[in-house]
């Protein structure tokens, strides 16, 4: 991650990045007992605008709902949140395309390992939008860390802890000299990226593994379902063996710090004929012109 612009929301107001600080003994740090989010903001020329921001919030408040974080609801709403962006974007008033990180951390010194009624307080801050994975063309390994499964910590929450889950597998990735890991599940299904969801194309069916298969349940992930589906693309969401990627004619992930970038290899074989392929490139350029334009849907939101 880049180095965050130099004004912070921290708590309810927006401070300086150096006086954003939480406490060393508070659940955030002890735990990782914060959830997060990230999204995109768009600058173009003197106008900005935000993605999915309502679908981000919710996000937010449905992961603070499994992890039993139950202040945030009680204490922000979406109005309040949408205020808070504008607020520090305005502040920190970007020139290029950036990123939000937008987090509920849990900040009780030493409660011990529990949640409910603990403090929180939120913060947020911007950054540069460099996208975490090449963009013309990825080669990915299959990590021999295995994604957290539901029943232990659930992928569906953003939470900050299990992100170890994810740092494991793509130093691995990135040691042995790809750019990414495939997370299995334990039955050896595909999940996801380490920070990114995935879609296979074969046949001109788009496949991807679905909610209910230890993923993120990503913004991206669903913009691109409905993207494909009104371009009458056929689109399945089910599970995904590791194999159908090896005989996929196409391979590409989704995320917003990924983007809609297309896979070229999966564990040393090429994928289709080693390019990217022409659904990939069609759909990341619908995602593209979604991302700052999108009218119809209602993803867009000037700030
Ligand atoms: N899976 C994981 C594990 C992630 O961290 C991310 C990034 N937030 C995604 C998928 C993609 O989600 P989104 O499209 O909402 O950015």
Redesign the pocket.
Known sequence: MAEPYSRVFFGDRIVDADQAKLGVATSAMLYGLSVY??FPVQVDGGTRSVFRLADHFQ?LVESCKIIGIDRFAGEWDFERFAAATRELVAENDPQRDVFVRASVHVDESIPGTRVRGCGITVSMFVYDAVPIVPQDGMRLKTSQWRRIPDDAIP?RA?VNGAYVN?VLAKQDAIDAGYDDAIFLDTQGHVC??????IFLVRGGTVVTPDVSSD??D????RTILTLAAEDGIPVVERAVDLTELYIADEVFV?????GVSPVIEVDGRAVGDGRPGPISGALRKRHTAALRTDVEHGWVTPI
């Open positions: 989010t990230v996000r992928s953003k994810s996801e990226l380490s920070a990114a969801n993923i993120l990503g913004i991206n992930r989704t995320g917003t710090s990924a």
